[in-house]
């Protein structure tokens, strides 16, 4: 997921974040869903359909299913803090129920990476005031309750669904706050967008890298030493109090 700073810098593609154009410009050659999403290729685009997009496009959904849709990107944006999190983790609720990476095929392996991964509802990853909190509660009820509505009714693979029908909004809470707590920086250089996708533009002249966060099976769940040998860098902020948390519980 495209971190917010990049993308007031960045045009990034929506699924391998390749860098397409500056921000506000438009890629002179991009592959593009209905719902204005840039896409560096056309596999790019059927590949993020098979991982979730097609489910959450508001252009490819039913007109109720749509709204909801709106609504829940809306909330999102208002989130500046935590917003990326969120769409990750949304992203894994609506991905399907295995991934193939390398020819091998991933399913309950993702889940049981993330019920190893240490978590806590994401309002507790921040420095919030006790007063905040009963409106970090809200949005998160709000967003889950849009999120299932997208979801809940998926009637052409209903084996899909199951993974947001087992969460409550405490456990997307905690799913969110994993997220944040695991997720680890994400660089797409220059030199990947001038090496060839389909919709980068022939100049790269005033682009950006692309910076974004990412979960991966191994570098995630790194686990936390107070002499360690190596240093794991996270996209995101962390508040004084997530200081000392083992990745790996």
């Known amino acids: 997921v495209q971190t917010r700073q990049s993308r007031a810098q960045t045009l990034a593609c929506e ?8 921000s506000g410009d438009t890629p002179r050659s991009a592959w593009n869903c209905e719902c204005g ?137 905690v799913l969110t706050g994993q997220v944040r707590m695991n997720a680890v920086e994400a660089i797409v250089p220059l030199e990947a967008a001038d090496a060839g996708g389909e919709g980068c533009d022939e100049a790269t002249q005033g682009l950006s890298s692309t910076v974004g966060i990412a979960l991966y099976l191994t570098a995630s769940a790194v686990n936390h030493s107070c002499d360690p040998n190596c240093a794991l860098q996270t996209g995101l902020y962390l508040g004084p109090e997530a200081r000392g948390w083992s990745v790996l519980q």
């Open 15 to 22: 699924h391998c974040l390749l860098p397409l154009a500056a």
């Open 37 to 173: 999403a840039f896409y560096c290729s056309a596999r790019c685009l059927a590949e993020a359909d098979g991982a979730g997009h097609a489910r959450l496009c508001p252009a490819k959904a039913s007109p109720s299913r749509s709204n909801h849709i709106l609504q829940l990107q809306q909330l999102l944006r208002e989130l500046p803090n935590v917003g990326e999190a969120f769409e990750a983790a949304i992203k894994l609720l609506a991905g399907p129920p295995t991934v193939q990476y390398n020819g091998k095929l991933f399913g309950s392996e993702r889940w049981e990476l993330l019920r190893g991964l240490a978590g806590a509802p994401w309002w507790e990853t921040l420095s919030l005031q006790d007063d905040q909190l009963p409106e970090a509660q809200d949005v998160t009820r709000r967003i889950f309750e849009h999120l299932k509505a997208c979801l809940a009714d998926d009637v052409v693979d209903s084996s899909r669904s199951s993974s947001i029908l087992t969460l409550n909004e405490l456990d997307f809470a």
